[in-house]
T-cell receptor, first 114, second 115 residues
Protein backbone atom coordinates (compact mmCIF):
# COMPACT_ATOMS: atom_id res chain seq x y z
CA UNK A 1 0.00 0.00 0.00
CA UNK A 2 1.42 3.36 -1.05
CA UNK A 3 -0.17 5.25 1.80
CA UNK A 4 -1.61 8.74 1.48
CA UNK A 5 0.06 10.63 -1.34
CA UNK A 6 0.39 14.40 -1.35
CA UNK A 7 1.79 16.74 -3.97
CA UNK A 8 3.72 18.87 -4.20
CA UNK A 9 5.94 18.22 -1.18
CA UNK A 10 7.17 21.80 -1.19
CA UNK A 11 5.60 24.90 -2.65
CA UNK A 12 7.02 28.40 -2.67
CA UNK A 13 4.83 31.11 -4.10
CA UNK A 14 4.35 34.84 -4.01
CA UNK A 15 1.58 36.58 -2.18
CA UNK A 16 -1.55 36.82 -4.29
CA UNK A 17 -0.91 33.69 -6.31
CA UNK A 18 -3.23 30.70 -6.41
CA UNK A 19 -2.00 27.54 -4.73
CA UNK A 20 -3.43 24.05 -5.23
CA UNK A 21 -2.49 21.16 -2.98
CA UNK A 22 -3.35 17.61 -3.98
CA UNK A 23 -4.09 14.44 -2.09
CA UNK A 24 -4.69 10.82 -2.99
CA UNK A 25 -6.13 8.86 -0.05
CA UNK A 26 -5.50 5.22 0.69
CA UNK A 27 -7.59 3.05 -1.60
CA UNK A 28 -10.80 1.94 0.10
CA UNK A 29 -10.81 4.71 2.68
CA UNK A 30 -14.04 6.69 2.69
CA UNK A 31 -13.06 9.67 4.83
CA UNK A 32 -10.53 12.35 4.01
CA UNK A 33 -9.19 15.13 6.19
CA UNK A 34 -7.17 18.28 5.53
CA UNK A 35 -5.05 19.69 8.37
CA UNK A 36 -2.72 22.62 8.74
CA UNK A 37 0.23 22.67 11.13
CA UNK A 38 2.14 25.72 12.33
CA UNK A 39 4.33 26.42 15.32
CA UNK A 40 1.92 29.05 16.59
CA UNK A 41 -1.38 27.23 16.20
CA UNK A 42 -0.33 23.58 16.21
CA UNK A 43 -2.40 21.07 14.26
CA UNK A 44 -5.73 22.41 12.94
CA UNK A 45 -8.46 20.49 11.15
CA UNK A 46 -9.55 22.50 8.13
CA UNK A 47 -12.19 20.30 6.52
CA UNK A 48 -13.19 16.68 6.21
CA UNK A 49 -15.13 14.62 3.70
CA UNK A 50 -17.09 11.43 4.10
CA UNK A 51 -17.86 9.51 0.90
CA UNK A 52 -16.68 12.55 -1.10
CA UNK A 53 -19.15 14.88 0.63
CA UNK A 54 -17.85 17.75 2.80
CA UNK A 55 -19.06 17.17 6.35
CA UNK A 56 -17.45 19.92 8.37
CA UNK A 57 -15.62 22.91 6.93
CA UNK A 58 -15.76 25.03 10.06
CA UNK A 59 -11.98 25.01 10.29
CA UNK A 60 -11.44 26.64 6.92
CA UNK A 61 -9.90 30.01 7.77
CA UNK A 62 -11.77 32.14 5.27
CA UNK A 63 -13.24 32.27 1.80
CA UNK A 64 -9.79 32.22 0.25
CA UNK A 65 -9.66 28.53 1.10
CA UNK A 66 -11.68 25.92 -0.76
CA UNK A 67 -11.54 22.13 -0.95
CA UNK A 68 -13.02 19.60 -3.31
CA UNK A 69 -13.23 15.86 -3.57
CA UNK A 70 -14.50 15.00 -7.05
CA UNK A 71 -14.03 11.26 -6.52
CA UNK A 72 -12.93 8.75 -3.93
CA UNK A 73 -9.29 8.87 -4.98
CA UNK A 74 -8.55 12.56 -5.23
CA UNK A 75 -8.94 15.79 -3.29
CA UNK A 76 -7.63 19.33 -3.66
CA UNK A 77 -7.16 22.21 -1.29
CA UNK A 78 -6.96 25.57 -3.01
CA UNK A 79 -5.88 28.92 -1.63
CA UNK A 80 -6.70 31.96 -3.74
CA UNK A 81 -5.22 34.49 -3.24
CA UNK A 82 -2.45 33.24 -1.00
CA UNK A 83 -1.02 35.33 1.84
CA UNK A 84 2.19 35.02 3.91
CA UNK A 85 0.17 33.92 6.94
CA UNK A 86 -0.91 30.84 5.00
CA UNK A 87 2.64 29.52 5.24
CA UNK A 88 2.40 26.16 7.01
CA UNK A 89 2.59 22.44 6.49
CA UNK A 90 -0.63 21.06 5.10
CA UNK A 91 -1.46 17.43 5.79
CA UNK A 92 -4.01 15.17 4.21
CA UNK A 93 -5.22 12.08 6.09
CA UNK A 94 -7.67 9.30 5.35
CA UNK A 95 -9.48 6.63 7.31
CA UNK A 96 -11.74 3.69 6.58
CA UNK A 97 -14.36 4.30 9.23
CA UNK A 98 -15.81 0.83 9.22
CA UNK A 99 -13.97 -1.27 11.80
CA UNK A 100 -11.12 1.10 12.52
CA UNK A 101 -11.07 4.80 13.12
CA UNK A 102 -7.45 5.76 13.02
CA UNK A 103 -6.39 8.26 10.42
CA UNK A 104 -3.38 7.77 8.20
CA UNK A 105 -1.45 10.88 7.31
CA UNK A 106 0.40 11.84 4.19
CA UNK A 107 3.89 13.35 4.27
CA UNK A 108 2.55 16.87 4.02
CA UNK A 109 3.06 19.86 1.74
CA UNK A 110 5.26 22.62 3.09
CA UNK A 111 3.86 25.90 1.75
CA UNK A 112 5.83 29.11 1.86
CA UNK A 113 4.17 32.31 0.72
CA UNK A 114 6.54 35.24 0.29
CA UNK B 1 -17.67 18.90 22.84
CA UNK B 2 -14.71 16.57 23.05
CA UNK B 3 -11.28 17.82 24.04
CA UNK B 4 -7.82 16.54 24.85
CA UNK B 5 -5.16 18.00 27.12
CA UNK B 6 -1.48 17.24 27.03
CA UNK B 7 -0.17 19.10 30.06
CA UNK B 8 3.54 18.85 29.25
CA UNK B 9 5.10 20.67 26.33
CA UNK B 10 8.25 18.59 26.70
CA UNK B 11 9.34 15.44 28.49
CA UNK B 12 13.00 14.67 29.03
CA UNK B 13 14.19 11.17 29.84
CA UNK B 14 17.48 9.32 29.72
CA UNK B 15 17.90 6.38 27.39
CA UNK B 16 16.98 3.13 29.07
CA UNK B 17 14.65 4.77 31.57
CA UNK B 18 10.87 4.39 31.45
CA UNK B 19 8.91 7.18 29.86
CA UNK B 20 5.39 8.53 30.30
CA UNK B 21 3.64 11.10 28.15
CA UNK B 22 0.41 12.31 29.72
CA UNK B 23 -3.00 12.82 28.15
CA UNK B 24 -6.40 13.57 29.62
CA UNK B 25 -9.62 13.78 27.68
CA UNK B 26 -13.18 15.00 27.86
CA UNK B 27 -16.09 13.52 25.91
CA UNK B 28 -19.76 13.18 26.66
CA UNK B 29 -19.99 9.57 25.54
CA UNK B 30 -17.60 6.65 25.21
CA UNK B 31 -14.13 7.78 24.16
CA UNK B 32 -12.10 6.39 21.32
CA UNK B 33 -8.49 7.35 22.08
CA UNK B 34 -5.39 7.45 19.91
CA UNK B 35 -1.68 8.20 20.08
CA UNK B 36 0.32 9.47 17.14
CA UNK B 37 4.02 10.24 16.72
CA UNK B 38 5.56 12.81 14.41
CA UNK B 39 9.22 12.74 13.45
CA UNK B 40 10.84 15.85 11.95
CA UNK B 41 9.57 16.74 8.50
CA UNK B 42 7.18 13.79 8.48
CA UNK B 43 3.45 13.25 8.78
CA UNK B 44 1.83 11.88 11.90
CA UNK B 45 2.11 8.13 12.35
CA UNK B 46 -0.48 6.07 14.17
CA UNK B 47 0.90 4.32 17.28
CA UNK B 48 -2.04 2.76 19.08
CA UNK B 49 -5.69 3.13 19.95
CA UNK B 50 -8.22 2.30 22.61
CA UNK B 51 -11.75 1.54 21.46
CA UNK B 52 -13.00 -0.97 24.00
CA UNK B 53 -11.78 -3.95 26.00
CA UNK B 54 -8.53 -4.25 27.93
CA UNK B 55 -7.48 -0.96 29.49
CA UNK B 56 -3.83 -1.60 28.59
CA UNK B 57 -3.25 -1.19 24.90
CA UNK B 58 -0.03 -2.18 23.16
CA UNK B 59 1.13 -0.51 19.99
CA UNK B 60 4.05 0.03 17.66
CA UNK B 61 7.70 0.38 18.65
CA UNK B 62 7.16 -1.03 22.15
CA UNK B 63 4.75 1.70 23.25
CA UNK B 64 1.69 1.06 25.33
CA UNK B 65 -1.04 3.18 26.86
CA UNK B 66 -3.38 2.72 29.77
CA UNK B 67 -6.98 3.84 29.62
CA UNK B 68 -8.25 5.07 32.99
CA UNK B 69 -11.90 5.97 32.90
CA UNK B 70 -12.11 7.36 36.43
CA UNK B 71 -9.22 9.73 35.81
CA UNK B 72 -10.19 10.34 32.15
CA UNK B 73 -6.60 9.68 31.18
CA UNK B 74 -4.78 7.80 28.45
CA UNK B 75 -1.07 8.09 29.22
CA UNK B 76 1.52 6.77 26.79
CA UNK B 77 4.28 4.64 28.26
CA UNK B 78 7.37 2.71 27.32
CA UNK B 79 9.46 0.63 29.72
CA UNK B 80 12.83 1.58 28.25
CA UNK B 81 13.30 4.71 26.15
CA UNK B 82 15.50 4.88 23.05
CA UNK B 83 17.18 7.96 21.62
CA UNK B 84 15.25 7.24 18.42
CA UNK B 85 11.98 7.74 20.34
CA UNK B 86 12.69 11.46 20.40
CA UNK B 87 9.80 13.03 18.52
CA UNK B 88 6.53 14.93 18.91
CA UNK B 89 3.65 12.91 20.35
CA UNK B 90 -0.04 13.68 19.92
CA UNK B 91 -3.01 12.31 21.80
CA UNK B 92 -6.40 12.38 20.07
CA UNK B 93 -9.99 11.55 20.94
CA UNK B 94 -13.28 11.05 19.19
CA UNK B 95 -16.63 10.32 20.66
CA UNK B 96 -17.55 6.74 19.98
CA UNK B 97 -20.78 5.74 18.31
CA UNK B 98 -21.08 8.97 16.39
CA UNK B 99 -21.52 8.91 12.65
CA UNK B 100 -18.50 10.92 11.68
CA UNK B 101 -14.84 10.47 12.26
CA UNK B 102 -13.48 13.79 13.34
CA UNK B 103 -10.58 13.44 15.77
CA UNK B 104 -9.66 16.15 18.23
CA UNK B 105 -5.89 16.35 18.74
CA UNK B 106 -3.94 17.65 21.69
CA UNK B 107 -1.26 20.28 21.35
CA UNK B 108 1.52 17.71 21.34
CA UNK B 109 4.34 16.78 23.71
CA UNK B 110 7.92 16.80 22.61
CA UNK B 111 9.85 13.82 23.92
CA UNK B 112 13.59 14.19 24.19
CA UNK B 113 15.59 11.06 25.04
CA UNK B 114 19.19 11.75 25.94
CA UNK B 115 21.98 9.19 25.43
Amino acid sequence: DAGVIQSPRHEVTEMGQEVTLRCKPISGHNSLFWYRQTMMRGLELLIYFNNNVPIDDSGMPEDRFSAKMPNASFSTLKIQPSEPRDSAVYFCASSSGTSSYEQYFGPGTRLTVT
Amino acid sequence: AQSVAQPEDQVNVAEGNPLTVKCTYSVSGNPYLFWYVQYPNRGLQFLLKYITGDNLVKGSYGFEAEFNKSQTSFHLKKPSALVSDSALYFCAVREGNTGFQKLVFGTGTRLLVSP
